[in-house]
């Protein structure tokens, strides 16, 4: 039991971290008016992986460095979890007090790249009101958390697999 409790307290402790860490990033964006940028967005998948392979190797080396699969997928979800938690917090507190006017420039910025790729009139307008209808606070809120536990068992089940290590005896 008590091991048990030491996993979820790192695995919770290693989630605030690496949600910190999501969070400071988007701030940076923020400030540096680059939130809006596609690619730097996609770093955020490189933070989660990364953070998830320190959490689950904390764990393996403070347990004398074996880990289970079952420890390292524990450790890896909770971890992304937690994390997820705090950055959707912040994304709720950014889309309605930091920047009311976030949602409009998603879709100005969607409008500019549909421009770029020539894309007919008439399916922009289809496009822009799937926009309107998908990026709600609520259901970016929710699209937010549901993504983060899909892709986070995804990257929990990857890391568990490829930093599984059991105590093996050797017996001469």
């Given at each position: 039991m008590e091991r048990n409790l030491s996993l979820l307290k790192s695995s919770v402790t290693s989630g605030v971290i690496l949600g910190l860490v999501?969070?400071?990033?988007?701030?940076?964006?923020?400030?540096?008016?680059?939130?809006?940028?596609?690619?730097?967005?996609?770093?955020?998948?490189?933070?989660?992986?990364?953070?998830?392979?320190?959490?689950?190797?904390?764990?393996?080396?403070?347990?004398?460095?074996?880990?289970?699969?079952?420890?390292?997928?524990f450790t890896g979800f909770i971890t992304i979890i937690v994390s997820s938690l705090i950055s959707t917090a912040y994304n709720a507190l950014f889309y309605t007090v930091i920047n009311p006017d976030a949602i409009e420039q998603v879709i100005a910025k969607s409008v500019e790249m549909m421009e770029g790729f020539n894309v007919p009139e008439e399916a922009m307008e289809e496009a822009i009101e799937k926009i309107?209808?998908?990026?709600?606070?609520?259901?970016?809120?929710?699209?937010?958390?549901?993504?983060?536990?899909?892709?986070?068992?995804?990257?929990?089940?990857?890391?568990?697999?490829?930093?599984?290590?059991?105590?093996?005896?050797t017996e001469f």
């Open positions: 999501l969070v400071i990033y988007a701030v940076i964006l923020f400030i540096m008016g680059l939130w809006l940028n596609t690619w730097l967005g996609f770093a955020n998948f490189a933070f989660l992986i990364g953070g998830t392979i320190w959490a689950v190797r904390t764990v393996r080396a403070a347990q004398g460095g074996s880990i289970t699969f079952g420890q390292a997928f309107k209808e998908s990026t709600t606070v609520s259901k970016t809120i929710i699209n937010g958390l549901l993504y983060s536990a899909i892709f986070g068992a995804i990257i929990a089940l990857i890391t568990a697999a490829a930093m599984k290590k059991d105590k093996t005896v």
